[in-house]
Structure formats: C-alpha cells, structure tokens
C-alpha cells in the first residue's frame, strides 16, 4: 500500500527554465493538496485538486505557476521561469475526503534554482 | 486567518523528560490536528482532536482543547532520541465547505540522550 509519492525528490533549475514537480497519491484518495515550506518555517498552502478541477488555488502565485490533477496520471505542479526565491521544499498531500481530513504527505521535491 | 501558532518555537529537553508544545488559533474550527516531521522528510499526522472534545490520548501522546481560549496542548511524555523532530498543528475551518487545513509555524523538538 504505497503512500504518497513525489519526483524528482531533488531537482535543479537555472533562472528562466521550467520546473515541473510530480505527485502520485495514495491509492483511493482523490484529493490532492500542494504546500511550500521555506527551511525552519511552516507550510504554506498552494492548490487543492480533485481529480481535473481545481478546488481552491488561493495561496498559488497569479503568475507562472500552474497546477493539475488529470484523470489518469499523477498530479503536476508546473513552476515557468523560475527565479531563485522559488527554491523551497514542496510537498503534495492526500486524503479520501475533504471536511479537513488529515492528510498523507510525500516526502517532497527540494527545488533549487541557481 | 485561522493560522494555528506553535509556542515555544523552539524546545529541547532531556530524554525522558515530558515535553509540552501550545498552538493557538484564532477562527472557529472543525477539528485540530498535529503532525510531526522529520529532518528532510514529509509530515507524519499524529493525532485529530474534534471541536467537541477536550481531551484525547493516543500512546504517549496526549492532546487537550479549549476551544473558548482557542488553543490546543500536545504532551509527549517519557520522551526519545527518536522524538527529535518539528512539530506542527494545523486546524480544519468549521465552515468552508471543501476544509483545507492550515498549519502554523511549528515548534522544533530536540531530546538530548
């Protein structure tokens, strides 16, 4: 019974290039939710997904980022051109339901932008 | 904002010792929860407490809420090296409709042996 999965769990991008970050749930979980932390700080809601439609995206930037959760395959939240305070740590969480559920998270993508 | 904040920040202890951690909130909420993560890892939930009730255990691990003062107590009693980690709360709003959770800043534990 695999839990959350996320790739790359590291990845590397110069200024300007494309980020894409990925998140398998939980088996049976329709949920998705994405969250950045910054080092020795909290998380930060992103986007909360169910399966094709986005349910609140209030805490995404307007621009250059991006989030889906097709009906087959995994999750992808895509970050264009990215600047250096895009390095953070981003996780993806899951959970069956919503009514504020708790959540299964990945163990995250450390992106780094140089 | 129903932001959860941890108090103290920072706590550290020695093994076997109890360890206290306090997270306030401030809108009304359907439940709480804490989780726990570790060093380069994803959060690990821990344990929900409802809006409706006041206190709960699970292990050495005991939760209380007092909803009139909005804030919430997690207790690790008898404390391990393998306790060493962040600890978060994150509280469930009581009534958006699709609940996300919001979690606060977090309290770093270190247990010395």
């Known amino acids: 019974n695999a839990g959350v999965m996320q790739n790359p769990r590291h990845l590397v991008r110069r200024r300007g290039q494309e980020a894409r970050l990925r998140c398998s749930p939980m088996?049976?979980?329709?949920?998705v939710y994405w969250y950045r932390q910054l080092p020795e700080e909290g998380l930060k809601f992103m986007v909360y997904?169910?399966?094709?439609?986005?349910?609140?995206e209030s805490g995404m930037p307007k621009e250059r980022f991006s989030a889906e959760f097709p009906k087959e395959g995994p999750s992808i939240l895509r970050i264009q051109q990215v600047v250096r305070g895009d390095s953070a740590a981003y996780f993806c969480?899951?959970?069956?339901?919503?009514?504020?559920?708790?959540?299964?998270f990945g163990d995250g993508t450390r992106l780094s932008i140089l | 904002s129903q932001q959860g904040e941890e108090d103290p920040q920072a706590l550290s202890i020695q093994e076997g010792e109890n360890a206290t951690m306090n997270c306030s909130y401030k809108?009304?909420?359907?439940?709480l929860q804490w989780y726990r993560q570790n060093s380069g890892r994803g959060l690990v939930h821990l344990i929900l407490?409802?809006?409706?009730?006041r206190e709960k255990h699970s292990g050495r691990l005991r939760v209380t809420l007092d909803t009139s003062k909005k804030s919430s107590s997690l207790l690790i009693t008898a404390s391990r090296a393998a306790d060493t980690a962040s600890y978060f709360c994150?509280?469930?709003?009581?009534?958006?409709?699709?609940?996300?959770?919001?979690f606060g800043s977090g309290t770093r534990l270190s247990i010395r042996p």
């Open positions: 969480a899951s959970s069956p339901t919503d009514r504020g559920r708790p959540q299964h």
């Open positions: 088996k049976g979980h329709s949920h």
């Open positions: 997904l169910q399966k094709e439609n986005i349910i609140d």
């Open positions: 809108t009304s909420i359907n439940n």
């Open positions: 407490i409802r809006s409706n009730e």
């Open positions: 994150a509280t469930a709003g009581q009534y958006s409709s699709a609940s996300k959770i919001i």
